[in-house]
C-alpha cells in the first residue's frame, strides 16, 4: 500500500516561511503527478499546487508568487516551500499523488500549518 508522510508544519509568525515536505513509499514516483491540499476549519479541502510528472506546475491564485512546489524523484518527495505566509494560510495540509490534474488516489495524513501573532 503507498504512503505518504508529511513533514515539516508548524506555528509560524505572519510574513514568515515554512517548507513542508511529504515522501513517498510507492515505487514509480517520478511518473505521478503531485499535489498538495489544505483544508481550514469550516471550509472545504482546496487545491494549494500541482506538479505534474512533466509539463507545468499550476497554484491556487491565493498562493501564487508566495508557494513554490517542487519535487525530488531521486528521493521520492516532493515540497511545498511556503513564503510571506498570511493568516488566512492556517490549515492542515495534505499531500496527495495520482494520475489526474488534481492528484487525489492517495493521501497523506496531514500536517498542521497555523500562522499566527
Known amino acids: 500500500q503507498l504512503q505518504l508522510v508529511e513533514s515539516g508544519g508548524g506555528l509560524v509568525q505572519p510574513g514568515g516561511s515554512l517548507r513542508l515536505s511529504c515522501q513517498s513509499s510507492?515505487?514509480?514516483?517520478?511518473?505521478?503527478?503531485m499535489g498538495w491540499y489544505r483544508q481550514a476549519p469550516g471550509k472545504q479541502r482546496e487545491l494549494v499546487a500541482a506538479?505534474?510528472?512533466?509539463?507545468?506546475?499550476k497554484y491556487a491564485d491565493s498562493v501564487k508568487d508566495r508557494f513554490t512546489i517542487s519535487r525530488d524523484n531521486a528521493k521520492n518527495t516532493v515540497y511545498l516551500q511556503m513564503n510571506s505566509l498570511k493568516l488566512e494560510d492556517t490549515a492542515v495540509y495534505y499531500c496527495?499523488?495520482?494520475?489526474?490534474?488534481?492528484?487525489?488516489?492517495?493521501w497523506g495524513q496531514g500536517t498542521q500549518v497555523t500562522v499566527s501573532s
Open positions: 510507492g515505487l514509480s514516483f517520478s511518473i505521478y503527478n
Open positions: 496527495a499523488q495520482g494520475w489526474g490534474t488534481q492528484p487525489d488516489d492517495y
Open positions: 506538479i505534474p510528472a512533466r509539463g507545468i506546475t
